[in-house]
Structure formats: C-alpha cells, structure tokens
C-alpha cells in the first residue's frame, strides 16, 4: 500500500510502500505505555522554565498520519525522556549539562562556529558516561541497568560464532 507521510512542521510529503503490517507494527511501537494525562502530569511536575515546557509540550503535540492511521510521535518521545529522567537521573542531567557547555562555547564568537562541533558532542559524551558512572555506582540501579541490558541481548548470549 503506498502511504503518504506529511512532515508536521513544513508540510513536505513523502510517498512510501507499507504493507498493512508494517503500518500495524508503527503504530504498536509508538503507542504510549502510560496515559497522556500521566505524561502531562510528569511534565507540569518538572522543576524546569515554563519555556521549556511549552517547547515540551510542543514536541508532545506532534502528530503523523501513516496509512490513514495517526500516531502519536511526540508523545511517545516525551514518554521516552520520562523513563530515561526516572530510570538514569545523573546520567540525563549529565547530558544535559555537557550540551550547555557545548552551547555555551559554541556561542563564543569566531571560535565558537569552529571548536563547537567538536566540543559539543564531546561535552555531551562525557557529560553522559560522568553521570551513567554515577548511576553504576549506586547498587541498586547497577542490578536494574543488568537486568535491562540481560532483557535486550540476553538472547545473543546463546549463539554460537564458529571461529
């Protein structure tokens, strides 16, 4: 079937062939695991600018229509960003603070525009791996963050690679 994707903010279209399958496995990845009304709550309950939660809420909004069917993408970004504040909480902030820095020397005239490109991901890396050693430190956390990894490759673990 071929569906026609629109972008949500500059309404550019794309045409691609799904099969009725593939759209019913979009729309089963996007759903939400917890409630709109939750996700509104978590966001009304963050101790960050009223910008940022109108930029938040905004992302939220987003909206794709694939194959007649809408999917809430933003909403499941937003409910991706939660689990990640709640599971790995120095870890985000670390990436959050690498990424200011990375904008804030970036935003240094002349030198910004060259060292930012580099300095920025590199600021947000180590911001991420500082916070995530912070996680792996508290033992509790450790065992969840093993539990998840055994959930994702627990099954790779049994393959046989002949040599």
């Keep these: 079937m071929e569906t026609v994707l629109k972008h949500p903010t500059i309404n550019t ?5 799904l099969s009725a399958d593939d759209i019913e496995n979009i729309d089963d990845t996007f759903k939400p695991y917890i409630s709109e009304e939750q996700i509104s709550s978590s966001l009304d309950n963050i101790n960050v600018s009223s910008e940022t939660k109108a930029i938040l809420n905004e992302v939220k909004s987003i909206v794709i229509s694939i194959g007649g069917k809408l999917v809430k993408i933003g909403l499941k970004i937003i409910e991706t960003i939660i689990f990640l504040l709640k599971k790995y ?14 904008l804030l020397l970036s935003s240094i005239p002349l030198v910004g525009w060259i060292i930012g ?22 033992e509790k956390l450790r065992n969840e963050i093993d539990s998840h990894i055994d959930d994702i490759f627990g099954s790779i673990k ?6």
């Design 13 to 17: 279209d794309a045409k691609i062939n």
């Design 117 to 138: 490109p580099i300095v920025t991901p590199l600021a947000a890396a180590l911001g991420l791996a500082l916070g995530y050693m912070q996680d792996i430190g508290n």
């Design 89 to 102: 909480p120095n870890a985000v902030m670390g990436l959050i603070i690498g990424l200011a820095f990375g």
């Design 158 to 163: 049994k393959v046989n690679i002949a040599s």
